[in-house]
């Protein structure tokens, strides 16, 4: 078990896993198929690169490897990043309507959620407006903020930002 603790392991994970006992690990962390480290027969590529397809074998996937290591009564989060945080709320659904899995939270981390925000074609400001606030609030962290005499914790700046 050793080996394992505290480490990140890049590998085929349904063998991996095996050599983990069970109710041990805290986190999984999946790539959809194409994305990071995870590939597949290119003959098959297409037949996994679109957001409904992903949802679906990823929902499988999780649904499987959360009975088949009977950890149905363990906290099950969701986490995606960028295209991912499009995939894991359709994910969401599919496996609380398909598998009668509930997760107990999303986390979105920079998510894409629009294409509306990526349109360069015309004028657009969502994208740079989506922005703002992380944007004030990352300045006042790290002490570069005109808020930094007026504010004294995040929540206030967040909420001037938000106002603002």
């Known amino acids: ?16 896993i095996k050599k983990i006992p069970d109710k041990s690990y805290d986190l999984i962390f999946v790539d959809p198929i194409g994305t990071g480290y995870s590939t597949c027969d290119k003959d098959y590529f297409d037949d996994f690169c679109d957001e409904v397809s992903d949802a679906s074998y990823l929902s499988q996937f999780v649904s499987k490897f959360i009975l088949k290591h009977d950890l149905c009564d363990r906290p099950i989060f969701l986490c995606g990043e960028s295209y991912a945080g499009y995939r894991i709320s ?31 074609d015309q004028p657009n400001l969502i994208g740079e407006a989506n922005y703002i606030v992380s ?27 938000k106002d603002f």
């Open 90 to 120: 359709l994910m969401s659904h599919e496996l609380a309507t398909k598998w009668k899995i509930f997760p107990d939270g999303l986390v979105f981390v920079a998510p894409f959620i629009s294409g509306v925000a990526i349109e360069y």
């Open 135 to 161: 944007y004030i609030l990352t300045a006042w962290f790290h002490k570069k903020s005109s808020l930094n005499s007026s504010c004294e914790n995040e929540d206030e700046v967040y909420k001037k930002a």
């Open 1 to 16: 078990m050793s080996k394992f603790l505290n480490k990140l392991v890049n590998g085929d994970c349904l063998e991996i």
